[in-house]
T-cell receptor, first 113, second 111 residues
Framework: EAQVTQNPRYLITVTGKKLTVTCSQN?????MSWYRQDPGLGLRQIYY???????DKGDVPEGYKVSRKEKRNFPLILESPSPNQTSLYFC????????????FGDGTRLSIL | QKEVEQDPGPLSVPEGAIVSLNCTYS??????FMWYRQYSRKGPELLMY????GNKEDGRFTAQVDKSSKYISLFIRDSQPSDSATYLC???????????FGSGTQLTVLP
């Protein structure tokens, strides 16, 4: 089954404790992206990757890092999480960037205390 | 001003009603228009996708784009309780690598 898998689905942690949210897709997609979803603000893009070893900032990259060492994986790293990063996070992928719809994972709810 | 504006609702309609969901956008470079549906505790899933002005129909769903007015709509005919979800418009420019989302409209269809 074609899918985008995120882990963990839920996480409660404390300020400053480094964490990584993993994202994996099994569709051989070139393009992958991370979003955060907050009430009233919709989905905002954090980082995206056009292909292996190619990443770029989205609209709200501050406080986040990403890497793309393999085509299927695109982890999101919070080096020193803060409470304002409490949010619902989604990973998405598409065959290529541009005019192709993105497939989303089921989300990771992060609470930073 | 946000690049994409969407009425957040919530919107509550009786089963069988016609639902109209709308977004406006400001960037004339936007060329590709999508509607996603998001159920509670799930990721958005693509409903409709179009790149031209006019109407596109898929079953009970019709997407309408008016590029001259920078206005897009999603119509749901014969709405069902299973249509209860948040609907997100999403727009992409031809060369952009980023999808810009509206804030979403929460729809409830009452049996």
């Amino acid at each position: 089954e074609a899918q985008v898998t995120q882990n963990p689905r839920y996480l409660i942690t404390v300020t400053g404790k480094k964490l990584t949210v993993t994202c994996s897709q099994n569709m051989n997609h070139e393009y992958m992206s991370w979003y955060r979803q907050d009430p009233g603000l919709g989905l905002r893009q954090i980082y995206y990757s056009m292909n292996v070893e190619v990443t770029d900032k989205g609209d709200v990259p501050e406080g986040y890092k990403v890497s793309r060492k393999e085509k299927r994986n695109f982890p999101l790293i919070l080096e020193s999480p803060s409470p304002n990063q409490t949010s619902l996070y989604f990973c998405a992928s598409s065959p290529q960037a541009g005019n192709q719809p993105q497939h989303f994972g089921d989300g990771t709810r992060l609470s930073i205390l | 001003q946000k690049e994409v504006e969407q009425d957040p609702g919530p919107l509550s309609v009786p089963e069988g009603a016609i639902v109209s969901l709308n977004c406006t956008y400001s960037n004339s470079a936007f060329q590709y228009f999508m509607w996603y549906r998001q159920y509670s505790r799930k990721g958005p899933e693509l409903l409709m996708y179009t790149y031209s002005s006019g109407n596109k129909e898929d079953g009970r769903f019709t997407a309408q784009v008016d590029k001259s007015s920078k206005y897009i709509s999603l119509f749901i005919r014969d709405s069902q309780p299973s249509d209860s979800a948040t609907y997100l418009c999403a727009i992409l420019s031809g060369s952009a690598r980023q999808l810009t989302f509206g804030s979403g409209t929460q729809l409830t269809v009452l049996p």
